[in-house]
């Protein structure tokens, strides 16, 4: 039996011997939807063009497909945007410290949505990575932070599979992923005087087994 006032379910057996009677709430769903925006390394910072991946999920906590625009504070169209995969998506972003960005979203439904993105940071440093055999990480940072005092630092299961040192103008460093450990490894920009974490980026090492008994990874 359901209620509509009170939007729930009944749900009755009636059997002499085995009486059965349990209340469900439905859950009042609706077309609304949240998006969340994810700056490469973890901020928004003025250090010229950057990646943001973003999340669309739906009140059902199903993802949503969306498309749009990114505009600053004056309402001026910076870039576009739109959802490539279960509400997932990315655009290059070149953050301005001082201006807020704003995404006007669009769901497939026709729900509109202004959503305010990260606030760019004076200082901090971003991390990129690719991965070509070798882990190739490029570390950008703001002018007040002395890149000799970083280092980076890769872990996977909780262990610190390799850490190194950054030198005087050295930004870029190439490490070898044959020792790494199959499966989700961070890796992090670290002050090595402040002891505190100033970028990260998740990245998955998946082995690739041939009819060699050889392995790869990617």
């Not at 001026?76 to 998506?89: A, L, R, S």
């Not at 055999?133 to 599979?161: F, H, N, Q």
Request: hydrophobic share 40%; proline share 6%.
């Amino acid at each position: 039996q359901q209620d509509m006032a009170s939007n729930s379910l009944t749900v009755t057996i009636d059997d002499p011997n085995m009486p059965y009677e349990k209340q469900f709430i439905i859950p009042a769903f609706s077309q609304d939807y949240s998006v969340d925006f994810f700056p490469e390394g973890g901020h928004l910072l003025p250090l010229g063009m950057q990646t943001v991946a973003f999340k669309a999920i739906g009140t059902n906590g199903l993802s949503v497909e969306v498309n749009g625009q990114i505009v600053d504070g004056e309402g001026t169209p910076v870039t576009t945007f739109n959802t490539i995969h279960k509400g997932m998506g990315r655009f290059s972003l070149t953050p301005q410290y001082g201006q807020r960005y704003y995404a006007e979203v669009t769901a497939q439904n026709g729900t509109i949505r202004k959503v305010e993105l990260p606030e760019v940071e004076r200082s901090g440093c971003s991390l990129t990575v690719a991965n070509w055999r070798r882990l190739l990480c490029y570390m950008s940072a703001t002018p007040d932070l002395d890149p000799e005092r970083l280092a980076i630092m890769i872990l996977c299961r909780g262990k610190i599979l390799a850490s190194e040192e950054f030198r005087k103008n050295e930004w870029f460093k190439e490490i070898d992923t044959d020792y790494l450990l199959p499966g989700i490894c961070h890796i992090l920009v670290v002050d090595r005087v402040a002891k505190i974490p100033l970028a990260e980026r998740l990245f998955f090492i998946c082995l690739l087994y041939t009819s060699d008994a050889a392995d790869d990874r990617i």
